[in-house]
C-alpha cells in the first residue's frame, strides 16, 4: 500500500481534496498530482483522540479497513482521519463505513 509522506502533497491533498464524514471515519479524497500515478492514502489521528497508544490503535484500525476495500484506488490520494468512535468500532463496522464512504465518493472500493 502506497502512503502518502510528505507534507507537501499531504496539504495539497488536505486543501483542494473534497471531503466526506462519517460519525467513523473521515474521508478527504483528491486527483493524484500526474495522470499515471498510483493511488496513496495517508492515516490521522490527531492528539486529540488520546495518548500515543490510543492514536496508534486507530490509526492500525484505519488501515485494515483501507486494506478491506482495496485502497488505494489509482489516481486518487486519500487521507483517512479516525474520529473518537474510532478506536472502539469493530472491523466489521470499520469496513461498513468506509465502503459507504467510497460509494458517496464515486470510489469502487
Known amino acids: 500500500m502506497k502512503t502518502l509522506k510528505s ?3 499531504f ?6 481534496g473534497k471531503r466526506y ?3 467513523l471515519i ?3 479524497i483528491s486527483d493524484a498530482e500526474s495522470e499515471g500515478d498510483p493511488g496513496r492514502v495517508a492515516f490521522a489521528a490527531p492528539k486529540r ?14 488501515r485494515e479497513a483501507a486494506r478491506s476495500c482495496s485502497l488505494p484506488v489509482a489516481g486518487k490520494d486519500l487521507i483517512l482521519f479516525a474520529t473518537p468512535a474510532t478506536r472502539s468500532a469493530s472491523p ?10 467510497c ?7
Do not use: C, P, Y
Open 49 to 62: 483522540l488520546g495518548n500515543a497508544v490510543v492514536r496508534n490503535r486507530s490509526k492500525r484500525v484505519l
Open 103 to 109: 460509494r458517496k465518493a464515486g470510489l469502487d472500493g
Open 92 to 101: 466489521f463496522e470499520m469496513h461498513e463505513a468506509l465502503i459507504g464512504l
Open 7 to 9: 507534507r507537501s502533497d
Open 21 to 23: 464524514n462519517h460519525s
Open 11 to 16: 496539504e495539497r491533498v488536505f486543501t483542494q
Open 26 to 28: 473521515r474521508l478527504v
